[in-house]
Structures are given as C-alpha cells and as structure tokens.
Nanobody
Framework: QVQLVESGGGLVQAGGSLRLSCAAS????????TGWFRQAPGKDREFVAF????????YYPDSVKGRFTISRDNAKNMVYLQMNSLKPEDTAVYYC??????????????????WGPGTQVTVSS
C-alpha cells in the first residue's frame, strides 16, 4: 500500500506557473504508475497527466498538452506536475493517483487505487 500527499497548490495569475508535488510513502514508489487528475467545482474529475513507472512514457489530454509536464524522481518517491501558461479554466483541486496494475486506461479514475487528498490551484484572470 502507498500513501500520497500533494503540495504546491496556490493562487496564481493567468499566464503564471506552479509546480505541484506528490510525495509517496509506504512502499517503493517505482512499482507504481502515476497520474494527475483535477476537479473543478460542479464538474467531474478529469485526467491531466500520466507517467509510467520508469518516467519514460507520459500522456496528456489536449487541454494541457504543451503547458503541463509530469515527471518523477523514484529515488525520492516523488512525482511532479509543472504547470506553465496557466489559465483560469485550470482552476481546480488537483489530485495525485497511483496503482501497481496497469491496464492501459491511464485516463480513467478507476485505474488508480490510491489517491491523495488534493491541493487547490486557483488561477485568477
């Protein structure tokens, strides 16, 4: 079992940047693939980024591609989400998620058995 805790959220102006961190504890993290999701008020939780166990394979939806970058440091049990050129529509609670069993549907919430409590990101216009 692994425990996840996000940090790095906050208030930023449109066009600015934030780096979110996800700290994992409890198990060796390099056995887990990891994703970031977000949920805005009144909306469903949506996929934001995926990274495989080694850090070599990443996926993004079109809404963040070219602006967000996911990375990981397995030696530190950390995953990061660098967010650049932020827009007001990026405002949401951001969640880190992980699992050991990869079935290929990285964009689905139910692929991930472990979740952090989330961190708020607010982008002002």
């Amino acid at each position: 079992q692994v425990q996840l805790v996000e940090s790095g959220g906050g208030l930023v102006q449109a066009g600015g940047s934030l780096r979110l961190s996800c700290a994992a504890s409890g198990r060796t993290f390099n056995g887990y693939f990891t994703g970031w999701f977000r949920q805005a008020p009144g909306k469903d939780r949506e996929f934001v980024a995926f990274i495989d166990r080694s850090g070599e394979i990443t996926y993004y939806p079109d809404s963040v591609k070219g602006r967000f970058t996911i990375s990981r440091d397995n030696a530190k049990n950390m995953v990061y989400l660098q967010m650049n050129s932020l827009k007001p529509e990026d405002t949401a609670v951001y969640y880190c998620a992980a699992d050991r069993t990869y079935r290929g549907r990285y964009y689905l919430m139910n692929e991930y058995g472990y979740w952090g409590p989330g961190t708020q990101v607010t982008v002002s216009s």
